[in-house]
């Protein structure tokens, strides 16, 4: 009995240094996790910029932070860089809004201070670090996290104690920028051959846990003081008090020696794009960031939507009333009835967007058309079409595609639309310039066009022409496929109506390349004999479709429908040989 005792007493004994037992890990998924103590304390510091659409998203995930240790604190620095309206529309919002915290129920902090800072050189970067390191030894914190105000945090509810639970000295939880653009709150210095590999298996969490990282970590920094190696470096560092010296905080981790982690297990969050060009470029940042909110509505789970991000509701920050249409009469948006979170999510987007559409309702070949339809409208199907891809006619998915189309450049006629419009499907992503490229293109007056592919397929790509640019951003397109969005003219509307298209029907993005002459089938063509509108192609494109043929949450609308004249269906993960009008190679993915 006395021998199981001990036996007993020597495995808890061995179990209790385990779990305490401070490690560093390079790689792998052992993480120690410390315990909190009732005299723990934590600082929130939050660097404030001259960008107040960025604030309504902060402040709410502020709002939702939970405290873990026996006080938290959360200090703000305020940048006055501009000398703006909106320098001081970002202070009234943010002092408003601290007013309404400390009579709130839901503030968990023990108080809440604004500071007023320059930011214009590296010795004013090294004094706010001498300050904040100067305020956590006054407030005697156990854990610091410093971060950026243009950071989204996912989950924040959750996000201090499981920092705290990774008890590392130095770390950041990884946040990353929007698809394929590899901005994270970490860098490597060997970025060549497998240092990148290495960041990118880290970044596309491929493999999962704290890092040691060899370079160093921006934007978000958290802090653990209960390491003695942290707290010389950081807080009794007296070399700090020297104004000569500069310092940033990854730079005197790598003079101390401190092992620096990114951890990335959990998803915490999101943080825009940066790359040099925009680096002071306002109008980028600002639209990086818009294009972070929106890109984040398409990251759910298999690539399904996600709600928007929340705004704080305990001050009054209102959307901008000052919506666009680029110069255009009207944006249209075809949706099915049925595609509910389509419509859910596109809404949310213009929203965010400040863009003013409609949405029209599509014409669902699923449930819609029939032979009585068709008879009403007195289809004729073009002579000897077969779809080249599939050897097939077409399919009434792809005729109710048509007449939504065809309905639009009808309602353009009617409403005389001298302007243009825009026509969008539902399944549209945004690139992150995508305003400041149309605008751009739209407000040439000299520019005379029919129809301007906003994104499309690039059927030959041998045939274009992209060495020859037209204002910037425009080439002349050759054959191309989608409908996915374009511009069209009043004058192009009226031309794609004047062939009368619904008596020699054919799927509408074969129809819109043989009405700008580039389509590659001589006796398609030879029906149609006014085929001069003048097109023009974004390249790169500056929308995209959300989801291509084969990855997750793909469904193609048009594709799983009804043969003409047959009663099977067309089931598309059926097809071997045969390729979907929708695939997309992965180097024509990369043209886009």
């Given at each position: 009995m006395t021998n199981q005792l001990i036996s007993i007493l020597l495995f808890l004994s061995f179990l209790f240094l385990s779990i305490h037992a401070k490690k560093y890990h390079i790689f792998g998924n052992d993480e120690s996790v410390g315990s909190l103590t009732s005299d723990e304390r934590l600082l929130v510091d939050v660097d404030i910029y001259n960008?107040?659409?960025?604030?309504?998203?902060?402040?709410?995930?502020?709002?939702?932070?939970?405290?873990?240790?026996?006080?938290?604190?959360?200090?703000?620095?305020?940048?006055?860089?501009?000398?703006?309206?909106?320098e001081n529309e970002t202070s009234r919002l943010l002092n408003a809004w601290v007013s309404a915290m400390q009579t709130s129920s839901q503030s968990v902090f023990a108080s809440i201070t604004v500071q007023e800072w320059t930011a214009k050189s590296k010795t004013d970067q090294t004094n706010r670090l001498r300050d904040v390191m100067k305020r956590a030894s006054e407030l005697d914190v156990t854990y610091l996290a410093m971060f950026d105000s243009m950071i989204v945090l996912l989950e924040p509810g959750k996000l201090l104690s499981t920092l705290i639970s990774k008890d590392k000295p130095l770390m950041t939880p990884l946040l990353r920028s929007t698809k394929d653009m590899y901005t994270s709150t970490f860098y490597l210095n060997?970025?060549?051959?497998?240092?990148?590999?290495?960041?990118?298996?880290?970044?596309?969490?491929?493999?999962?846990?704290?890092?040691?990282?060899?370079?160093?970590?921006?934007?978000?920094?958290?802090?653990?003081?209960?390491?003695?190696?942290?707290?010389?470096?950081?807080?009794?560092?007296?070399?700090?008090?020297?104004?000569?010296?500069?310092?940033?905080?990854?730079?005197?981790?790598?003079?101390?020696?401190?092992?620096?982690?990114?951890?990335?297990?959990?998803?915490y969050g999101y943080i825009p794009a940066q790359f040099l060009e925009a680096m002071y470029d306002e109008a980028a940042i600002h639209d990086l960031y818009i294009h972070m909110l929106i890109e984040h509505q398409l990251n759910g789970p298999s690539q399904t939507y996600l709600p928007p991000i929340e705004r704080t509701s305990l001050i009054d920050i209102p959307l901008s009333t000052a919506k666009t249409k680029f110069g255009l009469d009207e944006i249209y948006v075809i949706n099915l009835v049925r595609r509910a979170d389509r419509r859910a999510r596109l809404q949310a987007t213009f929203d965010i967007l400040n863009i003013s559409a409609r949405f029209f309702d599509a014409i669902d070949g699923k449930h819609t058309v029939d032979q009585t339809y068709l008879e009403r409208l007195n289809i004729r199907l073009l002579p000897n079409?077969?779809?080249?891809?599939?050897?097939?006619?077409?399919?009434?998915?792809?005729?109710?595609?048509?007449?939504?189309?065809?309905f639009i450049w009808e309602d353009m006629v009617k409403n005389d639309y001298k302007n243009g419009a825009l026509i969008l499907e539902d399944d549209v992503r945004f690139d992150a310039f995508f305003k400041y490229k149309l605008e751009k293109i739209l407000s040439n007056q000299s520019l005379d066009w029919d129809i301007i592919y906003l994104g499309r397929k690039i059927m030959r790509s041998d045939e274009e022409a992209y060495e020859n640019t037209i204002e910037t951003f425009l080439i002349e397109p050759s054959y191309s496929h989608w409908t996915v969005g374009y511009a069209l003219s009043l004058r192009g509307a009226r031309m794609l109506l004047d062939e009368k298209p619904l008596q020699k029907i054919l799927p509408v993005d074969e129809y819109l390349p043989i009405m700008y002459d580039h389509h590659p089938n001589h006796s398609w063509k030879s029906h149609f004999h006014h085929r001069n509108l003048k097109a023009y192609a974004f390249h790169p494109a500056i929308i995209t479709p959300t989801h291509y043929f084969g990855e997750p949450n793909y469904i193609s609308d048009t594709e799983n429908t009804t043969v003409l004249g047959k009663e099977e269906k067309i089931d598309v993960s059926q097809r071997s040989k045969l390729v979907s009008v929708d695939v997309i190679t992965k180097n024509e993915k990369d043209e886009l």
């Amino acid at each position: 009995m006395t021998n199981q005792l001990i036996s007993i007493l020597l495995f808890l004994s061995f179990l209790f240094l385990s779990i305490h037992a401070k490690k560093y890990h390079i790689f792998g998924n052992d993480e120690s996790v410390g315990s909190l103590t009732s005299d723990e304390r934590l600082l929130v510091d939050v660097d404030i910029y001259n960008r107040p659409y960025a604030l309504p998203y902060l402040l709410r995930q502020l709002e939702q932070l939970v405290c873990p240790c026996s006080q938290c604190y959360l200090d703000f620095h305020l940048y006055h860089v501009f000398n703006t309206t909106v320098e001081n529309e970002t202070s009234r919002l943010l002092n408003a809004w601290v007013s309404a915290m400390q009579t709130s129920s839901q503030s968990v902090f023990a108080s809440i201070t604004v500071q007023e800072w320059t930011a214009k050189s590296k010795t004013d970067q090294t004094n706010r670090l001498r300050d904040v390191m100067k305020r956590a030894s006054e407030l005697d914190v156990t854990y610091l996290a410093m971060f950026d105000s243009m950071i989204v945090l996912l989950e924040p509810g959750k996000l201090l104690s499981t920092l705290i639970s990774k008890d590392k000295p130095l770390m950041t939880p990884l946040l990353r920028s929007t698809k394929d653009m590899y901005t994270s709150t970490f860098y490597l210095n060997d970025r060549q051959s497998t240092g990148y590999d290495n960041y990118k298996q880290i970044y596309e969490r491929k493999n999962l846990g704290c890092f040691l990282v060899d370079g160093g970590i921006k934007d978000f920094y958290f802090f653990n003081f209960k390491y003695p190696q942290i707290r010389n470096v950081f807080l009794n560092n007296q070399s700090l008090d020297q104004p000569e010296q500069q310092y940033a905080i990854d730079v005197l981790a790598r003079q101390n020696s401190i092992p620096t982690y990114v951890c990335n297990r959990e998803v915490y969050g999101y943080i825009p794009a940066q790359f040099l060009e925009a680096m002071y470029d306002e109008a980028a940042i600002h639209d990086l960031y818009i294009h972070m909110l929106i890109e984040h509505q398409l990251n759910g789970p298999s690539q399904t939507y996600l709600p928007p991000i929340e705004r704080t509701s305990l001050i009054d920050i209102p959307l901008s009333t000052a919506k666009t249409k680029f110069g255009l009469d009207e944006i249209y948006v075809i949706n099915l009835v049925r595609r509910a979170d389509r419509r859910a999510r596109l809404q949310a987007t213009f929203d965010i967007l400040n863009i003013s559409a409609r949405f029209f309702d599509a014409i669902d070949g699923k449930h819609t058309v029939d032979q009585t339809y068709l008879e009403r409208l007195n289809i004729r199907l073009l002579p000897n079409y077969e779809d080249p891809y599939n050897r097939r006619p077409m399919n009434y998915g792809e005729l109710g595609c048509f007449f939504s189309h065809y309905f639009i450049w009808e309602d353009m006629v009617k409403n005389d639309y001298k302007n243009g419009a825009l026509i969008l499907e539902d399944d549209v992503r945004f690139d992150a310039f995508f305003k400041y490229k149309l605008e751009k293109i739209l407000s040439n007056q000299s520019l005379d066009w029919d129809i301007i592919y906003l994104g499309r397929k690039i059927m030959r790509s041998d045939e274009e022409a992209y060495e020859n640019t037209i204002e910037t951003f425009l080439i002349e397109p050759s054959y191309s496929h989608w409908t996915v969005g374009y511009a069209l003219s009043l004058r192009g509307a009226r031309m794609l109506l004047d062939e009368k298209p619904l008596q020699k029907i054919l799927p509408v993005d074969e129809y819109l390349p043989i009405m700008y002459d580039h389509h590659p089938n001589h006796s398609w063509k030879s029906h149609f004999h006014h085929r001069n509108l003048k097109a023009y192609a974004f390249h790169p494109a500056i929308i995209t479709p959300t989801h291509y043929f084969g990855e997750p949450n793909y469904i193609s609308d048009t594709e799983n429908t009804t043969v003409l004249g047959k009663e099977e269906k067309i089931d598309v993960s059926q097809r071997s040989k045969l390729v979907s009008v929708d695939v997309i190679t992965k180097n024509e993915k990369d043209e886009l």
